[in-house]
């Protein structure tokens, strides 16, 4: 946080703000550039597991609102962290907090009709399913909990979307068993 407050001293010289949405601005901007290098194939100049971190934290923060506004943001690094292969299991983890965030962010009708709403959980739910050797790891540890407490909404859980995607999934996986 204290790289953050720098950056945002050297951002906004003479009107500094510390509000968690200022912070989220400049992590996001932080999680971006690095993930851009990993995708350019350089090393990011930042620990991605640490700003996956703090990013995931600030995310935890902010106004519903705020995250409904980012989502497009906050989604495309999320996506990037958890198909690239090229991050660690800890940027992973905290990759899913964040997308279990946005699907809080939503609203009833947003559930029913945001085509984002089946792809984020389908993301969680295939880190749910994906195969480990020796057990649960981190990632899959992180996914359940996370899928556990959206569950846990009662507004969430009474969505026939919900049933339905989950159901979908379940399908799905159990073709591919077969």
């Not at 057990?135 to 899959?140: L, S, T």
Request: a positive charge; one cysteine or more; hydrophobic letters at 45%.
């Amino acid at each position: 946080m204290a790289a953050s407050t720098e950056v945002i001293k050297i951002q906004f010289p003479n009107q500094a703000e510390y509000s968690a949405t200022a912070y989220f601005a400049c992590l996001q901007e932080m999680v971006s550039s690095s993930l851009l290098a990993l995708r350019n194939g350089q090393p990011s100049r930042t620990n991605v597991d640490v700003l996956a971190y703090c990013w995931s934290a600030i995310i935890s923060m902010l106004d519903f609102g705020v995250i409904a506004n980012q989502e497009a943001k906050i989604l495309e690094s999320a996506n990037f962290i958890l198909t690239s292969g090229k991050c660690s299991a800890t940027a992973i983890k905290y990759a899913i907090i964040c997308l279990q965030f946005v699907l809080h962010s939503k609203s009833e009708n947003q559930w029913n009709t945001d085509p984002n709403t089946d792809k984020i959980l389908a993301a969680i739910l295939n880190q749910i399913c994906a195969n480990q050797q020796g057990g649960k790891d981190i990632v899959q540890q992180q996914a359940i909990k996370s899928m556990c407490i959206i569950l846990q909404n009662q507004k969430i859980r009474k969505l026939v979307k919900v049933g339905a995607t989950i159901r979908n999934f379940v399908d799905a996986k159990l073709l591919q068993t077969m």
